[in-house]
């Protein structure tokens, strides 16, 4: 099965804006592959936030966008707030039932 | 409101078989694929397995493929995962999770830990 890779970790100041990407080990991330992106605060279920590229959930502010940047999915955060402090993971589908998970980044906001 | 609520997580020895329970509520149970994502200690997220709706269609991760079944009840709105030959590698917090528009994962349940040492 493919890889998808993420940045380990990332640091953004408070206010501040941050791009984490998605990248597939056997080419580029297209729509085609409806990345979504989850947040996850320890001990807590995963949240969705974006799926299909760039679609916002219920609720999710307008800080948070996504989009496709140099063939990888890309989540980004405009005006960082403490909040934010989270585990991010981008999902990708690779059709036929099959989803594979990003790594993970580890979001610090300070 | 969408409910999911996974059981039947415990300690199990290697080599053991296990079977989880994700009773749904909420929305039409029978519309909708449901899967299963699974998150080691200190660990990313998983994908381990999923099905459609009816049931017909099931799916695997290579890392499971033929030790774990992946089934559900429309009756009872309740998903399940028989998990057989149980690793180490395997111990992790197994989450439901349904399968909304556009390929996503739109609700998750809140995990059940699933722990395989002897």
């Known amino acids: 099965q493919s890889v998808v890779t993420q940045e380990p970790s990332f640091s953004v100041s408070p206010g501040g804006t941050v791009t984490l990407t998605c990248a597939l080990s056997s080419g580029s991330v297209s729509t085609s592959y409806y990345p979504s992106w989850y947040q996850q605060t320890p001990g807590q279920a995963p949240r969705t936030l974006i799926y299909s590229t760039n679609t916002r959930s219920s609720g999710v502010p307008d800080r948070f966008s996504g989009s496709i940047l140099e063939n990888k999915a890309a989540l980004t955060i405009t005006g960082a707030q403490a909040d934010d402090e989270s585990d991010y993971y981008c999902?990708?589908?690779?059709?036929?039932?099959?989803?594979?998970f990003g790594g993970g980044t580890k979001l610090t906001v300070l | 409101e969408v409910q999911l609520l996974e059981s039947g997580g415990g300690l199990v020895q290697p080599g053991g078989s296990l079977r989880l329970s994700c009773a749904a509520s909420g929305f039409t149970f029978s519309s909708y694929g449901m899967s299963w994502v699974r998150q080691a200690p200190g660990k990313g997220l998983e994908w381990v397995s999923g099905l459609s709706g009816s049931g017909i269609s099931t799916d695997y991760a290579d890392s499971v493929k033929g030790r774990f079944t992946i089934s559900r009840d429309n009756s009872k709105n309740t998903l399940y995962l028989q998990m057989n030959s149980l690793r180490a590698e395997d111990t992790a917090v197994y989450y439901c999770a349904k399968r909304g528009g556009a390929n996503q994962f739109d609700y998750w349940g809140q995990g059940t830990l699933v722990t395989v040492s002897s």
């Open positions: 999902v990708l589908y690779m059709g036929s039932g099959i989803w594979v």
